[in-house]
């Protein structure tokens, strides 16, 4: 029905903190204490290798890590390659880096020991 | 006297241990992969084993690699190890020679003394004697520096020493007995019986002087086996395993066996091969710079040697390849850990049966069921030009250093080459970082589609500006084109007189980056160049020695500060001298040289920026002069 008149009304879209999953950014936040610096400049974003290429925000990442909306960093964060340029450019000397690794590290472990 | 009850400890020892050695040595044997079991064989009837034995003596025994690092610790493993070596042989020969009958057993040899008290009064037996006591005291001397050493490290140069566990304690402390337990066995018993020679006959009558020497005498023999049995039976659980462990490492690399890239056999007996000596950590810039403690070499191989979660130990590492370098046991330190990095946490099922004296390796790969994963299907084939020989790679890290492509743009055009930015709108990553990450598979895919975009353009030339997208071109892309680093291009167009520069008579240091001189062996070509437009000159770090800057993409787990600390201190050694520049040619050295202060004057560079600086321009009237001839050619 909706669909013949061109648009739709908006989904829902809530972020309950208190029922998000966030194992994942504690898992990072344990073993690379610098991810609490991220500011959110987003140089990070700007200088991706990745995100030349393809939709891919290091910045809306660690948002999302943060919110832990985990099912979308699960979608993108395999796209990175780990060139470790966001690592350089970052003003606030976050391990970037690690950052990614740390998560993917966590869904591997995560995926396996299901809770 | 034939017989006395003391010497079962000693015999017991002596023959579990080399049952356990043979036994070790065969199981090591048999898990090799075919070929290196057939290098290995063809190695023990040719050259390899000549050149082996050679090797044992000269490493093994008098450890002349560690004589040139340190005299002082060389002079402390040699004298334990050659020494004792020569007390077993000549005991041997002694009780041989001068025993009842010939071909005695071991005990025999060792506690000569005891079956023969009253030896060696005179006569060539005097002499035999004194030549013995000599090797003992070169043996407590040494035995004594390395007492020394446990507790102040410092006196042998050494500013740090490795920490040991409980069972080496337990090992140490026997090893540390057996000599001054054999002194004074010996001394007492020559002093009842007012035999032998300068040290064993004179502390033996001193000590006989006020001490009832007989009865002494024996608690001392029961000590001195007790200490060498309890040393043979935990060597196999302690680092002194790598006495035999280091002459078969030996002998398997002579024979052309590497490590590979997963674990086994070799892998095994390197680890094995390690003595803690500690010689490592003294070069780990992450010990003496940054002050991370936990994670040198011998510590990691030696949580490997315990099956420990080495994992984060294995990633928190430059990777810089100086402990390589170092190792005076030459066990392959980087390629160990790449095999960690990439096996990833290791499985909590490997087994050890006798509590760690033998123990099951799994040899296969682990399937981490990543296979499926194709992270970098967003990658479509990169759009490519064809025609250009030459094709220029600047790599990520370039593009963070945008002077250094700017600076290769000048010098192509100058010598007149034709090329392809093939990444000028920002690249495909190479690949190394994800490899260097343990993710292969991964790495794989990048590779994939650089190697698709090289071999499409139809180049024969691949210059690339970045030593690590260099390192990973040659070692795993596999390409049919030739692979440069940009300084080797420079100097080939230098050579070829493609390129005329002027001298700048500014005076450069020059600093290996990692990945192109210990990781590919470029160490020539730079120098080259730099020496055809300035003053090279000689900082205390060259080639080999060289340092890390401590920006490598190797480290994941490294604090950004302890980054800051360890470039501070490379950049106080380098521009000791004040060079006007210091020159490198990687732009990941060059961007991490820019965190710290840099003396007033002395200025970091690339050294395709240098060079770009020494391009003889053609003066305006040549310009004009061409031009004019083209327009009179075209007008004709």
Redesign the interface.
């Known amino acids: 029905m909706a669909r013949n008149f061109g648009f739709a009304p908006i989904k829902g879209r809530v972020i309950d903190f208190d029922r998000n999953d966030k194992r994942v950014f504690e898992y990072v936040l344990e073993r690379e204490p610098?991810f609490a610096l991220c500011i959110g400049c987003g140089g990070c974003a700007a200088?991706c290798?990745a995100a030349?290429?393809?939709e891919f925000s290091l910045r809306k990442l660690n948002i999302l890590i943060r919110r832990g909306e985990n099912d979308e960093v699960r979608k993108i964060v395999?796209?990175c390659?780990?060139?470790?340029?966001c690592?350089?450019?970052?003003p606030r000397?976050?391990?970037t880096?690690?950052v990614v690794?740390l998560t993917r590290e966590a869904f591997?472990e995560f995926d396996n020991y299901a809770i | 006297m034939p017989f006395n009850p003391f010497v079962i400890p000693f015999n017991i020892g002596l023959y579990f241990i080399i049952l356990y050695v043979v036994a070790r040595g065969v199981v090591w044997f048999r898990d090799l992969p075919r070929t290196d079991k057939l290098r290995m064989q063809r190695g023990f009837f040719g050259r390899p084993f000549i050149l082996s034995i050679k090797e044992i003596f000269m490493e093994g025994l008098i450890h002349r690699k560690i004589f040139k690092v340190n005299p002082v610790l060389g002079y402390m493993h040699m004298s334990l190890a050659f020494g004792w070596f020569l007390l077993i042989l000549l005991g041997t020969i002694e009780a041989d020679i001068f025993g009842e009958k010939h071909l005695n057993p071991p005990y025999k040899a060792i506690f000569f003394r005891f079956f023969n008290p009253d030896h060696g009064t005179a006569g060539l037996a005097k002499h035999y004697g004194f030549l013995m006591d000599l090797i003992l005291a070169l043996i407590l001397s040494g035995l004594l520096i390395a007492i020394i050493k446990r507790f102040w490290s410092g006196i042998v140069g050494m500013k740090r020493t490795a920490n040991l566990k409980f069972l080496d304690k337990v090992a140490l402390t026997s090893l540390w007995l057996i000599f001054p337990s054999r002194l004074l066995a010996e001394s007492f018993t020559c002093g009842a019986y007012g035999s032998g020679s300068f040290l064993t006959g004179s502390l033996g009558t001193a000590l006989a002087g006020f001490l009832p020497a007989e009865i002494m005498a024996y608690p001392f023999w029961w000590l001195y086996s007790l200490s060498l049995g309890t040393f043979f039976i935990l060597l196999p659980r302690t680092r002194y395993m790598h006495i035999p462990s280091e002459m078969f490492l030996i002998f398997m690399r002579n024979s052309g066996v590497r490590i590979g890239d997963q674990y086994g056999s070799c892998a095994d007996v390197q680890i094995h091969a390690c003595s803690s000596c500690g010689i490592c950590l003294n070069v780990c810039q992450l010990s003496t710079s940054a002050d991370i403690t936990n994670i040198q070499a011998a510590y990691f191989v030696k949580g490997l040697k315990r099956e420990d979660d080495v994992f984060d130990i294995a990633l928190n590492c430059l990777m810089c390849g100086r402990c390589d370098e170092a190792c005076p046991v030459g066990i392959e330190l980087g390629p160990l850990r790449m095999i960690h990095r990439r096996a990833g946490d290791p499985p909590k099922d490997t087994m050890s049966i006798w509590s760690g004296y033998l123990r099951l390796r799994n040899q296969n790969i682990q399937d981490n069921g990543e296979s499926h994963i194709t992270a970098f299907q967003y990658l479509k084939p990169q759009p490519v030009k064809k025609g250009p020989e030459v094709l220029y790679f600047a790599g990520c890290m370039t593009h963070l250093t945008p002077g250094i492509p700017i600076a290769m743009r000048k010098i192509f055009e100058a010598a007149g080459i034709d090329f392809d930015f093939m990444d000028k709108d920002g690249s495909v990553c190479c690949g190394r970082p994800l490899t260097l990450a343990g993710k292969d598979r991964e790495a794989r895919e990048l590779i994939r589609n650089n190697s698709d975009a090289i071999w499409r353009s139809g180049a024969k030339t691949l210059v690339t500006s970045c030593p690590i997208c260099y390192k990973i071109f040659m070692e795993s892309y596999h390409l049919d084109v030739e692979v440069l680093h940009h300084s080797q291009y420079i100097n080939r167009l230098i050579e070829e007189e493609k390129l005329k520069l002027n001298f700048l008579n500014k005076s450069v240091i020059y600093h290996d980056p990692c990945e192109l001189g210990r990781g590919s062996g470029i160490y020539s070509e730079p120098r080259r160049v730099l020496i055809h437009i300035s003053r090279l000159g000689k900082s205390n770090h060259e080639k080999e020695d060289a340092l890390c800057c401590g920006g490598s993409l190797a480290n994941l787990k490294i604090d950004r500060r302890k980054i800051t600390d360890i470039v501070s201190d490379v950049v106080e050694e380098l521009t000791l001298s004040n060079p006007d520049y210091l020159a490198t040619a990687c732009p990941l050295c060059k961007k991490t040289f820019g965190k710290a202060d840099i003396k007033a004057g002395s200025e970091i560079k690339d050294i395709a920026e240098i060079v770009a600086m020494a391009i003889v321009s053609e003066p305006p009237e040549a310009i004009e002069l061409k031009k004019r001839t083209k327009l009179e050619k075209v007008s004709l």
């Open positions: 610098s200088t290798s030349n290429f393809t395999d796209r390659m780990l060139c470790g340029k690592t350089l450019v970052c000397g976050v391990n880096r690690n690794f591997e």
